[in-house]
Structure formats: structure tokens, C-alpha cells
């Protein structure tokens, strides 16, 4: 205990110096992470709880008689999803007088429910609301509302007369209705459940004979309750969004189906667009945000930790005296070196904890502690936080260079105790970082947006991640060793002292370990740094280009193909047709493309994306036979189907009964999506067989264009002109997901690649100086001056050479990963990219390490630590006298 | 002083001067000869130039005038690779401190001198034997220098220098941090090995007791540098 004490009074400079750092550097990190989130949180919960706009939106328009045997089982159809039900009855049905006047223009409204209960004025039976815009005057007396055919028990009682505004807050998904409010001006509003009363009592054939043939609009409304999935990522409840579209969209056409009755049905959907135009906004201002977070994150903390650092390396020197002292006068070793090492371990968790703590009351504050990602990123940043620390606290406990004083030579091993239970600390402390990752992203598949990657890619993951890591740490510590045996061996041709050189030029470079792993380091990040860029430009000019393929698709219903075709000019554009369909694994969008060989010439096709088969193949096999359904592996497994597998795709034939075709399912690319819309990104690829046209009636056709500015517009005035539905699908020019970091890498590729020569000369100028120190005892002894130039010479470059090609491939190894990763994600995959540009800073690496005498040699002498150098022999010894 | 000898080390007219921000004379025009076996110790104040004296003769430092002749060749025109030859073969220096290469073993900082001019293996091991004997140090010969203290060191540097059978054997204050007893161990041990291996002994020492085991005692003064 009395050692204990010793050790807390001599470090206690120290230690209040490095828990101020730890625990700064903890709290600038996290806080700055935590404004992110909190920005976050801010921009996420505005887009997504505070969104009044309707998910998914229908509108049917169909003749009366339709609708009234429909109603029925349509309300029974979609009764789980909880929709709201703006109705249009032809205004023939009922008579509205005001002051006594016949109104003859005006729209008959019913609200189903799910609107009338959340009004604030809930109608009951055989009660009325009129709406309009200049009924300010009229009194509840001066309006009556009759129904036009015999109601046997269906007086009508008006119960409110509301200005304009009043339904606004119901009404506002309806810019139909709004439309027409303009036109009509006055809007009759009843319920549901009043009028199919009424329906039931008179019968429904009453009210046929007045309104058969009318047109009667419903507008359904659909809102998914995202409030679950508020904790998710972003992406998750885009997809999660597109599955429940798909699937009402799904339910739409099951339902319709079922009455090939309808066939005069006119149905339009709509999305709402927080899915598409304001998530991709805020995607792209919240990723330029996080780059600006890191870049702070890393300047501040690095600086302020070198500047720390260095003060308490100076002092924990002197501190090495005195525990040298401690130590000669019989206290243990190693005893001292546990004492320490549980004491700055004792700190750091003291500082972790204080973060923690000081963080959760920041995120309380700043009210995101109810949200799962803040606590998970301040756990992240904590744990990441903690390797650096470890490695400082170390780095500062090796500075005290406790060291047995006994006159023997001992057995000298290459790491002393504390710093082989230091390596051990750090390699458990990042396994056990990675395994917790590791283990939460399995069991978080799903919240975490990576279902589509089985356990096992994740393990590969974490286990390269984990290689990466090892590799990146302790290869520089061992790399001396090979290097020296090869240079021994190398030099044994050339002189009987090779082994006295060696051990010259590598306990010169043992006494500069600090430099030679920072110029890895140094490699190493420029390396990744450089590969990354030229991957992510690569990746970039790769999604613009297969953008390219098709600047604009519409969507059209599937009749009306045959009179765009020639206002598009058949050569410039690529038809195919789509199908919604249910097959045994559910539901699924199947793509009939018309001529594929044509769709492969349009195309750009990055190389290698095609996993199996070339693409040229793929289309081959597509045109040859349309015995095969093409898809990729990810897509197939998101819908329950195995590549190989026979998938059996129902088509109605001209007798309105159901066919099933079996068809093969081959693995195919991932370029598509680019081309398809995202809404139908669980495709299947067919090819449209001629023959089949007449027997088959497809539910869309989608026409996509490859040049804009010729045919778009006559297109769509044309489509404009006749009535005829159509939807644009893809005109958005994407922006590359990677923009802002591929924009944010430039300047720092660039200065990395100008100043970390300059600091590896510098580097190299140093490690001269100590090899020539070294050099200098053989050369008394009378070793020539030039095999001593040579020697030096040939080293350097060696380990240059080694260094940083390791760094190289390591870095590619990492990359590799990361690559690994995203490619679950995207469409698009990236593709690892070198060029020359890689390769840069190795070749002036080595390029240097070459001319290191010389370009020593040319800087002013200013700059050199001697005034004069006699004689290369007597370097050293002037230094020292 | 007896003229029979043949002469060694003939010094002519020796200049040197360093060339840095102020030009400082070191060596105002020396003239010196030594003969074979002779041991000769240089003595004079601080900074009068004695180190310089003996870099030059070590050739490890060129003059700037004068000559030095050594068994009748001019040192001072040699190039690169004769200085090197002539460092491995005709001298051997021990220096007060830093002469003992700090990543060498004592064995290997031995043998290094004899490896370097190409002796046989056997031969090496026997040299290395015999000068382990006769200067006690048995015992470091698998350490590294730093492991010894100053009058073992000192004491390897003897070896060391010794090792190749030079011709001259030229030491810089060998005994400038030991104590009374240490320093005149060194004095004797390198005297002695001098007159059993019959080479020439320069000393450069303070120490007043290190004439006793020298042939000759030059000092250097200052008053030939007005001439100059
Ligand atoms: N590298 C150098 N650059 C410039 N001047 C030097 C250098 N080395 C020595 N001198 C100067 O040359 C003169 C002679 O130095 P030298 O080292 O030969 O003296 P010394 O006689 O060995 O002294 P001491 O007895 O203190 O060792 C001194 O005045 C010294 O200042
Ligand atoms: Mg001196």
C-alpha cells in the first residue's frame, strides 16, 4: 500500500493531466456526436410523426351502380387498414335548397367514420353538414336537404353550417375535392353509415334508377403508423413503406380483380413524397453534416491530444527517475509496473464513466435520450474512444521505462512485461469491441436495416474487420524482423560484415520506432485514404453512367402502348410491361422486357456486375426463351424464392381464367433498379413473348426514353391531350449517395499526398542521422565510406519498400471490407478502383529514401542540427563532445 | 630519443584550421616525429589542439596544410579508400568515451576490426582469446558496452584497438573519466601491450602520471600561432 502511495504522489501531476485529456477528448467527441443526433432527431421526427400528408392515396372513379355493389366488401377488404373515405355521390341523388332556392351545382360527400370521429363536429344519423364558401348569412333554418327518390326512413336534419375553413384540417389530403369545391362551391356532407342505411331501407335498385351511369369518385386515404418505426433507421421505414404499399396496392388490384365487371374503373395512385424528395434532402443535408462532425471530432481531438501528450510524456520521464530510485532500492518490479498499470486503468474508467454520465444528462437535455440511437452512437463513440486511450495510457506508461537494473544481461526479451500485458489488453479490448458489435448487429438484423445479410456474411465481416485491426496493429511491430533477415542475407553476398551492419542499421532504426510507425501510419492512411477516393470516383462516374441508361420512364396503362409507340419513335425507346402480381411466395412485380438485346445495346453495363452470366448472357438467354425469370440473388431471397428455383407466374388469359407459367429463376445483376423505379424494386425479369399479346392483358406499360429533349415532351402533351393516365416514374436525376464524401475527400487526398512526402523526408533525414551515428563506430574501425552510403542506402529502401507496400495491401484489406459492407446495400456495388494516383505515395516514398543523402544534403544548413560537419566519420562525435 | 630508431610518424608543418562562423587555428604548423615502438604522450592546456592533432593522424580528419607521413606515405592525400584501409590496418584508437559501438557485443566489437580487413576465422578466435586474457574481460564478452563500467569499457577499447595488430596504436585521453586507481591500470595495460606487440603508443592525457609510462612527453603550447 505504502508503494501505492509513492507511485499516486509522484504520478499525480500526470494523472490530473491525463484524466483532463481523457475525459475532454471523451466529451468534445461524444457532445459533438450527440448535437448530430439531437439535429438528428430534430429533422427526423419533424419529417416523420409531424407529416399530416397521407401515406398512399387512391382515387376510383366508377359509375354509381358499381359502386354501390362494391361498397360492401370493399370496406370489408380494407377494413384493417384503418382508411379515411371521401366519397363523391352523384349530386343527383339528393336536393339541396337554400333561402328556399334550388341549388343545382354542388358535391354529395360522405365521410366514412374514421373522418366523421375525428371531427370536431361528429355527425350521427340522418344529420347534414353543408359547406361552403359564402354561407356566412345563411342561418341552419334557411337550408333543407331532401333525398330525390322515396326514402322510406331518411329525413335529412342539417346540423352545421361551416365556413370554408372549418373542414380544412379533413379535408386537406382531398386536393381533388378542393378542386371541385372551387367549381361547385357548396359541398353537402353526410355519413357513411347514414346513407347505405337509407340504401338498405329504400333498396338499392330505387337508387339506380336515379344515378346508374353516374360517376362516383372515391377517394381512400391510407396512413401508415410510423410512430413504430420511429426508432429505425431511415431506410428501414422506406422499406418498410414500399412492402406496405405493395401490399395495398396489391390488395387494389386482387379486389378489382375479382369483378372483371369493372373493367371501366379508372384507379389513380399516389405516394407521399416524404419517401422520395424530403428523406433524400435530408439524407444529403444530415451526411454533410456528419462529415463536417468528423472532421471537427479528428482536428480538435487530435491536436489537443499530441499537445497533451507531449507534456505528459516530459513528465512522466521524470517520474521514470525517480521510480528508477524506488526500484534500486529493492522495490519489486513488477509490482511497481501493477501498481501503475491498474492505477491509469482505474482512471480511465473513472473518465468513462464520468462521460457517460455528463453525455446522458447532455441527451436528456437535449430530450433524444428516448431515442434508441443516441444511447447506441454514445456507446459506439465511448468504445472506439477507448482503444486510442488505451494506447496513450500505454505509450505513457512505457515512457517511465521501468527496467530491472541488474548488471547481468538478462535474457533480453523484445517486449517488456507491461508492454506484452499492454498488446494483450489492447487485443482483448477490441475483440470484445467487435464480438458486442458483432452480436448486437445479429440480433438487431432488422432495426438495422440488414436483413439481406445472413449471420454469417456479418461474421465475416467482424472477423476481417477484426483481421484488419490485428494486421494493422501489430504488423508494424513485427515487420523489422524479416526485413532484417532478408537484408542480412542480401548483403552476405556483398561483404563479410554484413552481420555488424545489419545490427548498426537496425538498432538505429529500433531507437526511432516512434518515426518509422508513424511514416506507416502515415502510409497506411494515405493509402486508404487515395483507394477510397479513387474507388468512390470510380463508384460515382459508374451511377451516373448506368443513370444514363434511361433519362425518363412513364408509366402508362398498358392499353395506351400502342398509340405512344409512334410519337416515341420505336428506336429510341425501351417498352416493357409490368405486372403486379400474387404468385405462391406472395406478391411480386414481374417486368415483361420487349426486346432485350436492344435493352442491352442502350445499356451501360459496369464490368463484372453480372454475378453468373455476362450480360450479353443474360439477354441472350432472355431472348432466346422466355422459359427463364431474371432477377438478382438479394431480391429473389427478400421475396422467398432461391436462384434455380421455379417460380410460377399467373396470367389471365382471354377467358378471364388464371394460367400459371413455370419459369426458371436465374441470378442476374443489380444495375436495374436504376432503371426501374424504386417502387418496384422487388422485379422479375421476363421477356415479352409477341405471340402472348393478344392472349395477355398487362396492367401497366412503362415506356422509358433515352433521350429527353426530343420525344418527352410531345409525349406527354400527347398523353395530356387524349386524357390518358400516365405517371412519370424515374425522370429524378438522382444525386450519388456518396456525393458529399467523395466531394469532402478531394482536399484531403490532395494534402495528404503533398505533405506526407514532406514529413517522410523529414522522417528519413532523421533516421539517417541515427544510422550514420551508428555507422560511425565500423567507419573508425576502417569500413569504407561508400559501402557505408551504399548500405544505408539499400536499407531504407528495403524497408520503405516493405512498409509501405504492407501498408498498401493492408489498407486495400480494409477497404476491401468496407466495400464488402456497402455492397449489401447498394444497387450499384462498388468495385474496388486503383490507379496510379495510388501507387503515388509509395513510389515517392521509395523515390526518396533513394536520395536521402542527397536531398539531406541540399537543405540549408539552417536547418541542419550541426554548424559543421568535418568528416561523415566524425558526425557523431562532434554531436557528442 | 635514440636516432637509431626508424621513424614512424613524421608530422611536417601541420596545419589545420576550423571553418565555422570564426575561423579558429587548431593546429598553428606542427612539426613532429615519432619512431616505431616509441610511446609518446602529448600534453598542453585545453583547446590547444591535441584532439585535432590525433584526428589527423587517425585520418579521420584532413588538414588543412602540411603533411603527414606514415611509414614514408603522405596520409593526408589519400582518398576515401585508402583512409579506410589505413584506419583498418596501421591505427587503432581508443578514445575517452563513445568508442565502443553500442549495439555490438564486446565479443563482436572485437572482432569487427579483424573481420573487416579479411583475417581467418581461427585467427580471430585466438586473438580474441588471448586479448580477453591479458585485459580480464572474459567475463562481458556476450554484453553489450553499455552493460560495463567506464574502466571495463576502457578496457575493451584496449582490445578493440589493439585487435588488428596496428602499427600505431593512437588514444585521446583514455583515462579521462577514472578514477586513480582505473586510469593507471589502463596506462599499464596499454603500455604494456604496446611494448609485447611492439607498436607505437601516441597518448594524448592531463594526467601527469601517464609520462611515467611513456618513452617521450611533447607539449603543445600556442606560441608558434603568431608566426602564422
Ligand atoms: N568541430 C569543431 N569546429 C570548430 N572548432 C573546433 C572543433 N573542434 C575543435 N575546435 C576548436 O579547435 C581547437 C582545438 O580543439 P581540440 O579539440 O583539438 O583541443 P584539445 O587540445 O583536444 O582540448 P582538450 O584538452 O580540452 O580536449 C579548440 O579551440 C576548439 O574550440
Ligand atoms: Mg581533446
Redesign the interface.
Known amino acids: 500500500m505504502k508503494l501505492m502511495k509513492i507511485i499516486v504522489k509522484g504520478q499525480k501531476k500526470a494523472i490530473i493531466i491525463e484524466y483532463t485529456v481523457i475525459l475532454l477528448l471523451l466529451i468534445i467527441t461524444s457532445f459533438s456526436f450527440s448535437f448530430y443526433l439531437s439535429e438528428y432527431h430534430d429533422e427526423w421526427s419533424n419529417l416523420v410523426l409531424s407529416s399530416e400528408d397521407p401515406d398512399f392515396e387512391v382515387q376510383i372513379e366508377q359509375n354509381f351502380s358499381c359502386y354501390l355493389s362494391n361498397n360492401a366488401l370493399y370496406s370489408n377488404h380494407f377494413n384493417n387498414y384503418n382508411y379515411q373515405n371521401i366519397v363523391i355521390l352523384p349530386n343527383i341523388l339528393a336536393n339541396i335548397k337554400i333561402k328556399n332556392e334550388s341549388i343545382q351545382v354542388f358535391n354529395l360527400v360522405l365521410i366514412n367514420s374514421q373522418i366523421n370521429d375525428n371531427s370536431n363536429y361528429s355527425l350521427t344519423y340522418n344529420e347534414v353538414i353543408v359547406q361552403g364558401d359564402n354561407l356566412v348569412n345563411v342561418k341552419i333554418n334557411d337550408v333543407s336537404v331532401d333525398w330525390n327518390f322515396p326514402a322510406v326512413n331518411g329525413n335529412i336534419t342539417t346540423v352545421f353550417i361551416a365556413n370554408e375553413t372549418y373542414f380544412e384540417p379533413v379535408f386537406s389530403p382531398t386536393t381533388y375535392l378542393q378542386a371541385k369545391q372551387g367549381l361547385y362551391g357548396i359541398n353537402v356532407i353526410i355519413t357513411e353509415a347514414f346513407f347505405f342505411k337509407v340504401v338498405r331501407d329504400t333498396g338499392s335498385s330505387v337508387l339506380e334508377n336515379v344515378a346508374a351511369h353516374e360517376i362516383t369518385i372515391v377517394n381512400s386515404f391510407f396512413r401508415m403508423n410510423k410512430t413504430v418505426y420511429f426508432n429505425l433507421l431511415p431506410n428501414l421505414l422506406k422499406e418498410n413503406y414500399g412492402e406496405w404499399t405493395k401490399e395495398l396496392r396489391g390488395n387494389y388490384f386482387q379486389f378489382y380483380d375479382i369483378f372483371p365487371l369493372n373493367s371501366e374503373i379508372q384507379i389513380t395512385i399516389s405516394f407521399n413524397d416524404i419517401f422520395n424528395v424530403s428523406m433524400t434532402k435530408m439524407f444529403q443535408k444530415m451526411n454533410s453534416l456528419l462529415v463536417r462532425t468528423l472532421f471537427i471530432v479528428i482536428v480538435i481531438s487530435s491536436v489537443f491530444l499530441y499537445s497533451a501528450f507531449a507534456y505528459l510524456k516530459q513528465n512522466q520521464k521524470e517520474f521514470g527517475k525517480i521510480m528508477q530510485i524506488l526500484n534500486s532500492r529493492g522495490g519489486n518490479y513488477s509490482s511497481i509496473s501493477k501498481r501503475l498499470i491498474s492505477l491509469h486503468i482505474w482512471n480511465t474508467t473513472i473518465c468513462i464513466l464520468v462521460s457517460l454520465l455528463a453525455n446522458f444528462v447532455f441527451i436528456t437535455i437535449m430530450k433524444i435520450n428516448d431515442w434508441s440511437y443516441s444511447q447506441l452512437l454514445i456507446s459506439i463513440v465511448h468504445i472506439v474512444a477507448f482503444i486510442p486511450i488505451i494506447a496513450i495510457q500505454i505509450n505513457s506508461i512505457s515512457e517511465i521505462g521501468l527496467r530491472p537494473i541488474f548488471?547481468e544481461?538478462k535474457k533480453k526479451l523484445s517486449y517488456s512485461k507491461s508492454e506484452i500485458l499492454s498488446i494483450i489488453i489492447q487485443i482483448v479490448s477490441v475483440m470484445l469491441g467487435l464480438l458486442a458489435i458483432t452480436v448486437f448487429w445479429t440480433i438487431n438484423r432488422t432495426s438495422l436495416q440488414s436483413e439481406n445479410l445472413s449471420s454469417s456474411s456479418i461474421w465475416y465481416i467482424s472477423v476481417s474487420f477484426c483481421l484488419f485491426i490485428l494486421l494493422l496493429f501489430i504488423i508494424p511491430r513485427f515487420l523489422m524482423h524479416p526485413i532484417e533477415r532478408l537484408f542480412r542475407r542480401l548483403l552476405e553476398f556483398f561483404t563479410?560484415?554484413h552481420?555488424?551492419l545489419t545490427?548498426?542499421l537496425?538498432?538505429?532504426f529500433k531507437s526511432k520506432k516512434k518515426l518509422l510507425t508513424l511514416s506507416f501510419f502515415l502510409l497506411f492512411f494515405s493509402s486508404l485514404l487515395t483507394s477510397s477516393y479513387t474507388t468512390l470516383r470510380n463508384h460515382q462516374s459508374q451511377f451516373y453512367e448506368s443513370m444514363e441508361l434511361a433519362d425518363i420512364s412513364i408509366i402508362t396503362e398498358a392499353s395506351t402502348i400502342t398509340e405512344i409507340i409512334p410519337i416515341c419513335s420505336r428506336d429510341n425507346c425501351i417498352v416493357s410491361y409490368l405486372d403486379s402480381t400474387f404468385t405462391d411466395k406472395g406478391y411480386i412485380n414481374v417486368i415483361y422486357i420487349e426486346d432485350p438485346i436492344k435493352f442491352y445495346e442502350n445499356a451501360y453495363f459496369p464490368d463484372e456486375l453480372f454475378n453468373e452470366f455476362s450480360n450479353r448472357d443474360v439477354f441472350n438467354l432472355l431472348n432466346l426463351s422466355s422459359n427463364n425469370v431474371i432477377t438478382s440473388s438479394s431480391l429473389a431471397n427478400s421475396v422467398g424464392y432461391k436462384i434455380g428455383e421455379n417460380i410460377s407466374i399467373p396470367r389471365t388469359n382471354t377467358n378471364l381464367n388464371v394460367e400459371y407459367n413455370i419459369k426458371e429463376l436465374i441470378d442476374f445483376a443489380v444495375f436495374l433498379p436504376y432503371f426501374f423505379p424504386q417502387e418496384f424494386s422487388e422485379w422479375f425479369l421476363l421477356k415479352y413473348d409477341k405471340n402472348e399479346s393478344n392472349s395477355t392483358k398487362f396492367q401497366y406499360s412503362i415506356v422509358s426514353i433515352m433521350d429527353k429533349n426530343n420525344n418527352i415532351n410531345s409525349l406527354i402533351s400527347y398523353l395530356d391531350e387524349n386524357n390518358l393516365w400516365y405517371s412519370i416514374i424515374s425522370d429524378d436525376y438522382y444525386e450519388y449517395p456518396n456525393e458529399t464524401l467523395v466531394a469532402a475527400l478531394q482536399l484531403p487526398v490532395l494534402l495528404m499526398n503533398i505533405a506526407i512526402p514532406f514529413m517522410l523526408i523529414i522522417i528519413f533525414i532523421d533516421l539517417q542521422r541515427a544510422c550514420n551515428n551508428?555507422l560511425r563506430?565500423?567507419?573508425?574501425?576502417?569500413?569504407?565510406?561508400?559501402l557505408s552510403r551504399l548500405t544505408f542506402t539499400s536499407w531504407l529502401f528495403i524497408f520503405i519498400f516493405s512498409i509501405s507496400f504492407t501498408s498498401l495491401i493492408i489498407a486495400i484489406f480494409g477497404l476491401n471490407t468496407i466495400v464488402y459492407i456497402t455492397n449489401t446495400k447498394y444497387g450499384l456495388p462498388v468495385q474496388l478502383s486503383l490507379t496510379g494516383l495510388n501507387y503515388l505515395i509509395q513510389v515517392v516514398a521509395l523515390i526518396f529514401s533513394i536520395f536521402v543523402p542527397l536531398i539531406a544534403s541540399l537543405i540549408p544548413k539552417i536547418f541542419r542540427k550541426k554548424?559543421?560537419v568535418?568528416?561523415p566519420?566524425?558526425e557523431?562525435?562532434v554531436k557528442?563532445e | 630519443m635514440s636516432k637509431k630508431k626508424q621513424k614512424i610518424v613524421r608530422i611536417i608543418d601541420l596545419v589545420h584550421v576550423y571553418k565555422g562562423k570564426v575561423e579558429t587555428i587548431a593546429l598553428p604548423g606542427i612539426n613532429l616525429t615519432i619512431s616505431k615502438g616509441e610511446r609518446v604522450v602529448i600534453r598542453g592546456k585545453s583547446g590547444i589542439g591535441k584532439s585535432t592533432l590525433l584526428h589527423c593522424l587517425a585520418g579521420i580528419l584532413k588538414p588543412t596544410a602540411g603533411k603527414i607521413l606514415v611509414e614514408s606515405k603522405n596520409i593526408v592525400d589519400f582518398n576515401e579508400d585508402q583512409l579506410a584501409e589505413y584506419r583498418r590496418n596501421t591505427v587503432g584508437l581508443v578514445y575517452q568515451s563513445y568508442n565502443l559501438a553500442p549495439f555490438l557485443t564486446v565479443k563482436e566489437n572485437i572482432e569487427f576490426p579483424m573481420i573487416i580487413a579479411k583475417v581467418e576465422k581461427e585467427t580471430i578466435d585466438k586473438r580474441v582469446e588471448e586479448l580477453v586474457e591479458i585485459l580480464e574481460i572474459e567475463r562481458y564478452l556476450n554484453q553489450k558496452p553499455s552493460y560495463l563500467s567506464g574502466g571495463e569499457q576502457q578496457r575493451v577499447a584496449i582490445a578493440v584497438a589493439l585487435a588488428n595488430k596496428p602499427r600505431i596504436v593512437l588514444a585521446d585521453e583514455p583515462t579521462g573519466n577514472l578514477d586513480v586507481e582505473n586510469s593507471l591500470m589502463v596506462y599499464e595495460l596499454l603500455s604494456q601491450m604496446c611494448i609485447v606487440y611492439n607498436t607505437t603508443l601516441i597518448t594524448v592525457s592531463h594526467d601527469p602520471e601517464a609520462v611515467k609510462y611513456a618513452d617521450r612527453e611533447i607539449i603543445l603550447t600556442k606560441i608558434k600561432s603568431k608566426d602564422l
Open positions: 548488471k544481461e563479410p560484415i552481420l555488424y545490427k548498426a537496425v538498432s538505429a551508428n563506430f565500423l567507419k573508425l574501425r576502417g569500413m569504407k565510406n561508400s554548424p559543421q568535418l568528416n566519420i566524425l557523431g562525435e557528442n
